[in-house]
């Protein structure tokens, strides 16, 4: 329990109005104090809502309001747009039946920079124009999983940005068209009669698409079957492996591997792969760039797993507002400070305090009681003790 007493008088400013006078230990409108609200900030990113209320004895409500005071304060004091260079977009699904964020990370500091509902040019186009013509001016690389939305507003706003292709999701590419083969050459068993071959075929999925050097012994043996009995099948599993091994070599090496892929796709007589052959052509320019200035969207794809939990530990949100403002308190406000500490960086002198309009008024001054954490249960017996102390005081 902490009891803290303190002038905070009411005014009638000509600009707000009749108000309570700012201090500088709460926000503006808040029943809580400054250390207060931030503890419960941190809280709620690392527990469950319903934990931090019975914990703080505060309502569901009140978390919500506490968690918009704080990002809102870390977002005033701090611009998340300032000196971006390098930054990663991507979305993420945070509900059933297709509903999508789009979020921007910040790959110098890993900052969450900027996070929206949808997943279009028009949610995107939002950031860009937060961001300004000048600052996009200033954007050299820019990180993607090759999203035609996604090229199409960064070519048109962000002109002196080089478009980086995630190789993640190159290697992810080479992996449908392979277990698209692999469909096929099933179902053409399996319609040709050949039951056994179809049922070995149906449990593979999993050993054409590992790493070769983590196959189990049970694997290696559905990856000798196909080489003996379905080479159209491994030949294809050849070609991603190969694709995989030319994204990974970092460099001109790599970028002559994958010339060498791309003659070898084209002439497989592999539909799948073909089409693969193309679609990596167009992209050539992201896919080389990402390569040669070795940037991924591997940070974003972290700061999406986190949002995950986020989601996961609060059983889900109602509105994804919410789950914006959590998002951005735990990898936007957060990341400003040294430890990761929720405390204001704002120093209390610096604080626009309405006392100022409030003297030229000459009100009269009243005492307040703020109390922090203080149990809802007990604040009859905390009223009698403050008349016993007062009266006390009299004598």
């Not at 029943?31 to 419960?40: I, M, N, S």
């Not at 167009?282 to 986020?310: D, Q």
């Amino acid at each position: 329990m902490c009891l803290l007493e303190a002038d905070s008088p009411r005014v009638s400013c000509p600009t707000h109005g009749r108000t309570v006078a700012q201090v500088p230990w709460a926000r503006h409108g808040a029943g809580h104090t400054r250390d207060f609200d931030d503890e419960l900030a941190w809280l709620v990113t690392h527990t469950a809502k319903s934990t931090v209320c019975e914990l703080m004895r505060v309502a569901w409500r009140t978390v919500g309001s506490v968690v918009a005071r704080v990002v809102a304060d870390g977002r005033a004091a701090h611009d998340n747009f300032y000196g971006l260079s390098r930054i990663g977009i991507d979305e993420i699904s945070y509900k059933r039946g297709h509903r999508y964020l789009t979020v921007v990370v910040d790959h110098d500091s890993g900052r969450l920079v900027w996070a929206a509902v949808g997943r279009d040019k028009k949610t995107l186009n939002g950031s860009f124009d937060l961001l300004g013509s000048e600052r996009c001016a200033k954007i050299n690389l820019l990180s993607a999983d090759g999203a035609e939305w996604i090229g199409n507003v960064v070519a048109e706003r962000a002109k002196n940005a080089t478009l980086c292709i995630d190789s993640f999701h190159v290697v992810k590419w080479a992996t449908d068209a392979l277990d698209e083969v692999r469909r096929e050459v099933w179902n053409t068993a399996r319609r040709s009669g050949m039951t056994g071959d179809a049922a070995e075929l149906k449990g593979c999925r999993y050993a054409l698409w590992k790493n070769p050097e983590d196959l189990t012994a049970r694997q290696e043996a559905k990856l000798a079957f196909i080489a003996k009995v379905k080479t159209r099948l491994y030949r294809a599993y050849l070609m991603k492996e190969q694709l995989r091994m030319a994204i990974s070599t970092k460099g001109v090496l790599s970028l002559t591997m994958v010339e060498a892929w791309l003659a070898w796709a084209a002439r497989s007589r592999i539909p799948a792969f073909v089409e693969l052959g193309r679609k990596i052509r167009r992209h050539l320019p992201g896919i080389g760039a990402a390569m040669t200035n070795n940037l991924s969207n591997a940070l974003i794809e972290s700061t999406n797993t986190k949002l995950r939990v986020l989601h996961r530990m609060a059983f889900g949100f109602k509105e994804p507002e919410h789950l914006i403002a959590l998002a951005l308190l735990d990898r936007a406000v957060a990341a400003h400070h040294c430890q990761g500490a929720l405390a204001d960086p704002t120093p209390a002198s610096t604080l626009p305090r309405r006392q100022d309009c409030s003297a030229s008024l000459g009100l009269p001054r009243s005492r307040s009681v703020a109390l922090d954490r203080f149990p809802r249960a007990d604040a009859e017996s905390h009223r009698k003790r403050r008349s016993g102390v007062a009266s006390a005081t009299k004598q």
